[in-house]
């Protein structure tokens, strides 16, 4: 896969929190479809399995008494299509495939990352400016 040999060129889409990082490196465009790469560091002790990552574009604030969109994003492949084990002190880079969407700048699309039998839970917001950082593959 092209994506997932590429270089990471997106430095600032990261959350770090229980000692995992968790970071989107690349955003490529090919045939109406999207590729994510996602790269997940686990500095800690205790392996970090993934249960699942859901992603999915809603509203930028919440405000009182206003309705409140959020819709789910499904991937249509992931890399090995297989649960991510990150092991202590190891990296995991994967590749998530959307359908081609863009959003506008009152929008925003948010990446969670759900632990298996844990509560390390870690998400990104990606805004539309981000979207503009897409690369042709």
């Known amino acids: 896969n092209k994506v997932y040999e590429k270089r990471a060129y997106i430095k600032h889409l990261e959350m770090r929190r229980y000692k995992v990082n968790f970071e989107v490196n690349g955003i490529y465009y090919?045939?109406?479809l999207l590729y994510l790469s996602i790269f997940i560091e686990n500095n800690s002790f205790i392996p970090y399995e993934v249960n699942f990552i859901k992603m999915y574009v809603k509203d930028r604030e919440?405000?009182?008494r206003t309705s409140y969109q959020e819709l789910e994003?499904?991937?249509l492949y992931?890399?090995?299509?297989?649960?991510i084990k990150v092991a202590e002190k190891?990296?995991?880079?994967?590749?998530l495939v959307i359908p081609k969407l863009t959003i506008?700048?009152?929008?925003i699309f948010y990446i969670e990352c759900i632990e298996k039998a844990g509560g390390r839970h870690l998400n990104i917001e990606l805004t539309a400016?981000?979207?503009?950082l897409v690369r042709a593959l």
């Open 30 to 32: 090919k045939n109406n």
């Open 62 to 64: 919440k405000v009182r």
């Open 73 to 75: 994003v499904k991937s």
């Open 78 to 83: 992931q890399t090995g299509n297989e649960l």
């Open 90 to 95: 190891q990296k995991v880079k994967a590749v």
């Open 104 to 107: 506008t700048p009152d929008k």
């Open 129 to 132: 400016d981000d979207f503009n």
